[in-house]
């Protein structure tokens, strides 16, 4: 993760600013409607589900979906993969729910 982090953020201090991770925002309320989508067998899984219940706490509408013995890259393994193609129409309908 730490690896990940070096080539996502520009310091280890930018890990603090709710930009980089919404969940340190001091309120989320407010926030767009969301859909939360993790993989079980996913290291972010657990950062993902707190996330959820974080805007949850905050009344915002979220459709959290787990995925039960998926990877973090399931999403993009279609058609290999049914849950691919499940999450991706899962997240289809959320776009567009939220632009229609």
């Not at 905050?58 to 998926?70: I, L, N, T």
Request: with cysteine.
């Amino acid at each position: 993760m730490v690896w990940f982090r070096d080539h996502y953020l520009r310091t280890p201090e930018d890990a603090d600013d709710w930009r980089a991770s919404p969940i340190k925002a001091a309120s989320l309320a407010g926030a767009a409607p969301a859909i939360v989508v993790t993989a079980e067998c996913d290291v972010l899984h657990d950062d993902g589900l707190r996330y959820a219940e974080a805007l949850q706490r905050a009344s915002v509408p979220v459709d959290y979906r787990e995925y039960p013995g998926m990877i973090h890259a399931f999403f993009g393994m279609v058609p290999a993969v049914d849950d691919a193609m499940n999450a991706q129409r899962a997240v289809w309908a959320a776009f567009k729910r939220a632009f229609t």
